[in-house]
């Protein structure tokens, strides 16, 4: 089965400055990836998608994603924090190992913007 | 667009009773429709997966007789929760897909999410 992995519980971030959530994924064959953000008491807002293509995805919000298949990676990126970027992330995959068509949910990263 | 519409946002209910929730595709057809419950400050779980006109595939572990899922309609699917009881409670999500048309499309790769709503059981 698909998967990903979202090794930070928590990323501080001061405002202005570049952040980076990170996110690596294991599937066989190509790779569909997402991200996807969570304001408190709220569903998820898709940010971004790689599904072929350039590495570099941009995205809502002035965030930008990197599709590394060496690395296995997918790390969520942006130039210059703001404090209103502050809020969960996940990071997911599209998972058609089965009859079904699924996207699976990394654990999530709280992403702290500071002032 | 690609707007999913969760109702109600938050709901408390009595022990033993029953609570339903509607997720509603607002501008395109959502073929296929995800239920998903969150639990405090972790990750989404899958509860379950339901094409519209057929019955819904659970994942392992989730009651079917007690969160009954009915997709009747390209627009709209529900969640019943059954006899609640205070270990329902969580927060439930529904995303919807549309894998009827192309890659293009919205909602043939990613999925849009309903707003969630807040379940309470005293």
């Known amino acids: 089965a698909q998967s990903v992995a979202q090794p930070e519980d928590q990323v501080n971030v001061a405002e202005g400055n570049p952040l980076t959530v990170k996110c690596t994924y294991s599937?066989?064959?190509?790779?569909?990836l997402f991200w996807y953000v969570q304001y408190p008491n709220r569903g998820l807002q898709f940010l971004l998608k790689?599904?072929?293509?350039?590495?570099l995805v941009k995205g809502s919000y002035g965030f930008e994603a990197e599709f590394n298949k060496s690395q296995t990676s997918f790390h969520l990126k942006k130039p210059s924090a703001l404090v209103s970027d502050s809020a969960l992330y996940f990071c997911?995959?599209?998972?058609?190992?089965?009859?079904?068509?699924?996207?699976?949910f990394g654990k999530g990263t709280r992403l702290h913007i500071l002032p | 667009g690609a707007v999913v519409s969760q109702h109600p946002s938050r709901v408390i209910c009595k022990s033993g009773t029953s609570v339903k929730i509607e997720c509603r595709s607002l501008?395109?057809?959502?073929?296929?429709m995800f239920w998903y419950r969150q639990f405090p400050k972790q990750s989404l779980m899958l509860m379950a997966t339901?094409?519209?006109?057929?019955?819904?595939?659970?994942e392992q572990g989730v009651e079917k007789d007690k969160f009954l899922i009915n997709h009747a309609s390209l627009t709209l699917s529900t969640l019943t929760v059954t006899s609640a009881h205070p270990e329902d409670s969580s927060f439930y999500i529904c995303?919807?897909?549309?894998?009827?048309?192309?890659?293009?499309?919205?909602?043939?790769?990613?999925?849009?999410f309903g707003q969630g709503t807040r379940l309470t059981v005293v």
């Open positions: 501008d395109f057809q959502a073929t296929t």
């Open positions: 995303s919807a897909r549309d894998l009827g048309k192309g890659p293009e499309a919205p909602g043939w790769t990613e999925a849009f």
């Open positions: 339901s094409n519209e006109g057929s019955k819904a595939t659970y």
């Open positions: 790689y599904i072929t293509g350039d590495n």
């Open positions: 997911a995959v599209r998972d058609m190992s089965n009859r079904d068509d699924k996207i699976i």
């Open positions: 599937v066989s064959g190509n790779p569909y």
